[in-house]
Every structure is written in structure tokens, then in C-alpha cells.
């Protein structure tokens, strides 16, 4: 793709502390957005995710690509998540966490061990997942996103230690 | 020109107030704190605070030396090569736990430095009892070889005493 990566907003940019709404046009410019998006996380510091608030577009769409993390991990391949929902959770871990939005610190957070969520793809049918580990964490991260939450607002103490992941 | 970083370190008798008392001297004066960190050792108060803004060592010395005087503490200024915005993130995690006894962290750090791992972060503590002590250390680093040297090395400690767990870890970034 040659077109330019879109900006990414970085704290303490308010929009990054917004509700986003929900997606109801999926028509082919909002294919056009995720696609590029994906091309804006493809060039930035080795994520595994991005929301769609992160370059400004207040809508509760997110991608999760659990492929890229450095060891492989159960994953359920690229996705491209609108309205996502969690519908259940499981078990707690710790894991260190960083952020497109928010450069040179990285952080441990509690995130839930094992999800499942509820979501649509680019063409509005509905999808189901679940998901455990490194994908359960990044989705959570990118879900927080779209209820103007970052990792700031969940981090725990330096020395929290549950259990890495 | 901005004044370089300065390394201020203090360390005494713990008690509260310490930090309120030296960063509200140092605000007072329009000093710029970088990074900090504080602990306690032992029942003991330490902290080191990257201050720049507020002259160089010796006039820093002089405007907490009240403060110093009044909390009991030693203070020690270094002018130091630091910069911001320096972070590295850890890839692998080991905590070392064992009855305690002397060596424990010269031996462990001996092997991970041969198996190509550079420590980032280093917390140790002595639990347990008087009589029956117990030590623990958390060191979380980047294996430059990857974990598998690292679990090799650390694998004959086990016939030691010592227990020792090497956990891979990956920051997610979204």
C-alpha cells in the first residue's frame, strides 16, 4: 500500500479518553479505513493491534493480530473486530503492555486470562471468538480503547507478578 | 543551553514526609524532575531522583541541606550523562528463591551474563525469619540469545539449593 500511514493520536490527546460509537455503515468506505488502518499499525513499533480512535475516527472499531506476537500463540488470525463486546471472562494474568498512542513506556496490567467476544466483520455479520492469553490481552486493550480507556488507567504495581504471560 | 541531569540520592531512617519535604525544596526553586525511584532496604529510606534546573551538586547540596539536617539523611549529588525517553522493555523474567546464604546473587548473575542476558530491572529481598532466613530475588532483563541459554545456565543451581524460574516475556503493544 502506498498511501501515507494516518496519524496516531497520542496521549494526552482527549479523544483518546472518548466513547466511541458504534459502526452502522458498512459499506465499502469503511473497509477502505480498516484496510487502512492495518497499514498504519504494519509501520509502527511492532504492534499487534490498533483501534480505530487512535487515528481519530470515534467509531468502535479495532484490529487484533495475535500472528505477530515475537513467539507464537493460539490465535485466531488477523481480525478486524466492529462493535466488539466481551461476553465472558476468565481466570486473571499480569502482562506488560505498551501503546502506539503512548511512546517510550511500557507497563504491567490485570487483564482477564480467557475471553469470548461478540463482534461484526466489515461486512455487519455477526462473529463470535474466544480467546486466551496474548489474544484475549491485546483485544481487551483494543476494546478498551473504544471506551476511551488506556493501559495508564489499569496499571498495577511494577512488582505485581499473578502470573506473566 | 538546559542544565544537565544531576543523580540526587538520600538515604536514612525511614519516615514520612521525606519525599513531600525534598521534591517541595526542589519545586520551589523551578527544579525539573526526571525519572525516580525509591525503595525501602532494610528498614532504611533510599531514593535517587534525576534533577536538573537547580544548579549545579553543590548549590542542589545547599538548598536541601535544611532538609537533609532536619530528616536525619545522607545526600549525595552526582552530575551524571543521562537522557530521558530511554526506556527498554524486558523480554525474559527470572526469579531465584532459596534458604538464604551468601553468593546467591554473584553466582546467578555469573551464569545469566553468560548466557548473554543484560539485567534491567534487579529486586532482591531477605524473607522468612532471624534464624531461618529465606532469599529472593526478581530479575527481569533482554536475553540477547533468547531464553533457552538462560535456562541452560541456570539449570545447575538446582543441585544447589537454589530454585529458579526463567519466564519468557512479550509486551503487547496495540
Request: with cysteine; glycine share 8%.
Amino acid at each position: 500500500m502506498s498511501v501515507e500511514p494516518l496519524p496516531i493520536l497520542t496521549y494526552p490527546d482527549e479523544r483518546l479518553k472518548t466513547v466511541c460509537e458504534p459502526v452502522e455503515q458498512f459499506d465499502p468506505e469503511l473497509r477502505e479505513f480498516a484496510e487502512h488502518l492495518q497499514h498504519t499499525a504494519d509501520l509502527g513499533p511492532s504492534a499487534v493491534g490498533i483501534a480505530a480512535p487512535q487515528v481519530g475516527r470515534m467509531q468502535r472499531l479495532c484490529l487484533v493480530d495475535a500472528t505477530r506476537a515475537k513467539r507464537p500463540v493460539d490465535n485466531n488470525g488477523p481480525l478486524v473486530l466492529v462493535n466488539p463486546a466481551i461476553t465472558n471472562w476468565k481466570g486473571f494474568a499480569v502482562g506488560r503492555e505498551g501503546c502506539l498512542s503512548i511512546p517510550d513506556y511500557t507497563g504491567k496490567v490485570i487483564r482477564a486470562e480467557t475471553i469470548e467476544l461478540t463482534a461484526q466483520d466489515l461486512e455487519g455479520r455477526t462473529v463470535t471468538f474466544k480467546m486466551k492469553g496474548f489474544e484475549a490481552r491485546i483485544a481487551q486493550h483494543e476494546i478498551d480503547h473504544l471506551d476511551g480507556i488506556l493501559f495508564l488507567d489499569r496499571l498495577v504495581s511494577r512488582h505485581a507478578d499473578l502470573r506473566e504471560r | 543551553m538546559t542544565q544537565p541531569w544531576l543523580l540526587l540520592t538520600l538515604v536514612g531512617a525511614d519516615r514520612p514526609g521525606i519525599v513531600a519535604h525534598v521534591t517541595r525544596v526542589l519545586f520551589g526553586v523551578g527544579a525539573e524532575l526526571g525519572e525516580t525511584a525509591m525503595m525501602r532496604l532494610g528498614n532504611q529510606f533510599a531514593i535517587m531522583m534525576m534533577v536538573r534546573g537547580a544548579g549545579n551538586p553543590e548549590e542542589v547540596a545547599g538548598l536541601l541541606e535544611s532538609t537533609r539536617a532536619e530528616f536525619g539523611l545522607k545526600l549525595h549529588v552526582d552530575q551524571i550523562d543521562a537522557a530521558l525517553h530511554q526506556h527498554r522493555e524486558p523480554d525474559v523474567s527470572v526469579i531465584v528463591h532459596s534458604a538464604d546464604r551468601s553468593g546467591i546473587v554473584s553466582e546467578v548473575t555469573a551464569a545469566l551474563l553468560e548466557a548473554g542476558m543484560n539485567i534491567l530491572d534487579l529486586r532482591s529481598d531477605v524473607g522468612g525469619s532471624s534464624d531461618k532466613p529465606i532469599y529472593i530475588m526478581q530479575i527481569d532483563g533482554e536475553s540477547s540469545d533468547g531464553i533457552e541459554p538462560i535456562e541452560q545456565c541456570v539449570a545447575r543451581f538446582a543441585d544447589q539449593g537454589l530454585t529458579v524460574r526463567v519466564t519468557p516475556l512479550e509486551t503487547m503493544r496495540g
